[in-house]
Each structure stands twice: as structure tokens, then as C-alpha cells.
């Protein structure tokens, strides 16, 4: 396979110590993009304005949101978790997407991604608050992508589960018997997919070569759900 080219683009890439971030960073690097790593926490709204002013001008905004999932039933999950799970992953990208299109819109060029999880594709039992905001943001970077299509703007989403990263299948978790069986009976491809992968397609997404998709979810979840 073609390696994606990312040369002289810049790329702000969030939460970068976390979830899929130090993955993206190395492999964007590798392939010629200059990145532009950020650790803050985005919870504050002042904070996603203050990442965009820090980056500069930006080819590429790679949402990289994450948070521990809660396993609350739904009978138990509270205002505090809804407004936890929300606050961290859904109103920082809506933020980050408002402050970063008027410039790639005015340019007639840009690329946003988001790593968001197959969770709002697929029902799962005690993840009520935490897949309803997956769903939400998958849902808004569909209606956003059509939206900003016509002005050479391509945003997207990969939709992950059963990728090898620190925040949800640390090595403790992967050691488990229990994990290892789930990983038998409901992944077809048999094996977690590794983070290396899942950042070459992002990667991807992000590179020239991808300028025909608009506001899509691709799932990268070894076959866990289908779209």
C-alpha cells in the first residue's frame, strides 16, 4: 500500500497524550505532517479557543476526544455523568469545529477528522450516557460534512472499537481471560486492530488522496459492527 503523503501539512491533533494521540503523532510525523500536539483538557469552553489561537493556521483539526467510558446502568446514570461525557467529547469538538472552519472555508481548503467510537453504531448493555455522546458526535460530523462540502472542506469520522490504546484496552484489560473470550466471540477479525493501522487510515483521511468523502463514518472495529 501507498503511504499516505502528509508533507508541509500542519496538524493540530487533541488530547494528544491520550486515547489514539500519541499514535496519530508519531505516525503523522513520520509521514510529513507537522503536528501540533495538545494536552490541555478542553472541558473549560475558553480552551478550545485558546488551542486553535496556540496552532496557528491548520490544514487538518483531528479530534482526538476521549474519556474512561462509565458502566452505569441507565437507571443509575446522573446529570453529573451525562454532563462529564458530554462536556468532554461533544461541546469541545462543536467548539473546535466552530473556530476552526471560517479560516479553511475562506481558503477553500481543510480537512477535519474525528476518532470517535463504534459504540453509537452498535447497542451495548451500562453505556447509556457514553454512547448516546458517540452518537451525538458522529451525528454531527455527518450533518457538518455535507455542510461544508461545497466549500472543499472534508470532514469526517472513524467510528473504533477493539483498537489497541491505553484509555479503554490498557494491557491489564487485555490480559484478562474474560477479554480474551469477548475478543473470540464478537470481533470476526479475531484480534484487537492495532493503533498503528487505525492512524494510517486516519492518516488517510486526512491526505489528498481523500478528497471525495463527505461528512462519512468509517468503522474500524475488526468486524465488531458493519456499515
Given amino acids: 500500500m501507498t503511504m499516505p503523503d502528509l508533507s508541509g501539512k500542519r496538524v493540530l491533533i487533541t488530547q494528544a497524550d491520550a486515547f489514539m494521540g500519541p499514535t496519530l503523532c508519531e505516525v503523522f510525523a513520520e509521514l510529513g505532517a ?47 455523568e451525562w454532563a462529564h461525557v458530554f462536556g468532554h467529547m461533544v461541546d469541545p ?10 479560516a479553511m472555508i475562506a481558503r477553500r481548503a481543510g480537512r477535519i477528522l474525528l476518532m470517535g467510537s463504534a459504540s453509537a453504531l452498535r447497542g451495548m448493555k451500562r453505556t447509556s450516557s457514553y454512547s448516546a455522546a458517540r452518537g451525538a458526535q458522529l451525528s454531527y460530523i455527518q450533518a457538518v460534512g455535507v455542510e461544508v462540502a461545497p466549500h472543499n472542506v472534508q470532514v469526517n469520522a472513524i467510528a473504533q472499537n477493539f483498537v489497541d490504546n491505553p484509555t479503554y484496552f490498557p494491557p491489564e484489560v487485555q490480559a ?14 479475531g484480534r484487537l486492530v492495532s493503533p498503528r493501522e487505525d492512524a494510517l487510515f486516519a492518516a488517510f483521511l486526512c491526505s489528498d488522496a481523500a478528497a471525495c468523502f463527505v461528512g462519512q463514518v468509517f468503522p474500524v472495529c475488526g468486524g465488531w459492527v458493519a456499515r
Fill in 93 to 102: 469538538m462543536a467548539r473546535l469545529v466552530r473556530g476552526a472552519l471560517p
Fill in 34 to 80: 507537522q503536528v501540533v500536539a495538545d494536552t490541555r483538557s478542553l472541558w473549560l469552553p475558553e480552551a478550545s479557543a485558546a488551542a486553535l489561537a496556540e496552532a496557528g493556521e491548520i490544514d487538518v483539526l483531528l479530534l482526538n476526544l476521549a474519556v474512561p467510558a462509565p458502566t452505569s446502568s441507565v437507571t443509575d446514570a446522573t446529570d453529573e
Fill in 176 to 189: 484478562l481471560p474474560a477479554f480474551q473470550e469477548r475478543l473470540r466471540r464478537e470481533v470476526p477479525l
